[in-house]
């Protein structure tokens, strides 16, 4: 599986990567949302990206609703990773199209359970 987090902040494209690694994903990252639509345009549409919500030249909300316009990236599944925590903006980010909602910070184990309840989260073999 193929995963791409999204975040201005090089130390948390490393955490939410290395975590996606560790569940057996692919990980490509993108320090915005324009440079995770580029990836996109480019032909590289992952299964699931991990997006924050502010960042400079574009933020994870418009990022969000021009992927949800695209229906050629329609199958994405996209996971809000942010710091914001209002009632508000969760509402806002799932009415735009994000299927998940994770609130920074946040544990491995936290990360994993809204991967399991999205269903992407690789069979383990015993």
């Known amino acids: ?7 201005d902040s090089r130390a948390m494209r490393r955490i939410v990567g290395g975590i996606l690694s560790d569940l057996g994903y692919e990980v490509e990252q993108a320090g915005d949302g324009q440079e995770a639509l580029n ?10 990206a991990c997006v924050d919500w502010n960042m400079p ?5 418009s990022f969000v609703s021009a992927v949800r316009a695209n229906p050629a ?3 994405m599944t996209l996971m809000m990773v942010t710091t914001e925590s209002e009632h508000g903006q969760i509402v806002r ?8 909602y994770l609130i920074k910070p946040f544990t491995p184990d936290a990360l ?8 992407l989260v690789p069979v383990e073999v015993p």
């Open 1 to 7: 599986m193929h995963a791409l987090v999204i975040d």
């Open 39 to 48: 990836v996109l345009e480019a032909g590289r549409v992952p299964d699931l």
């Open 57 to 61: 030249v574009m933020d994870g909300l």
């Open 73 to 75: 990236w329609r199958d």
């Open 93 to 100: 980010a799932l009415a735009a199209g994000a299927h998940e």
């Open 112 to 119: 994993r359970d809204k991967l399991s309840l999205l269903g």
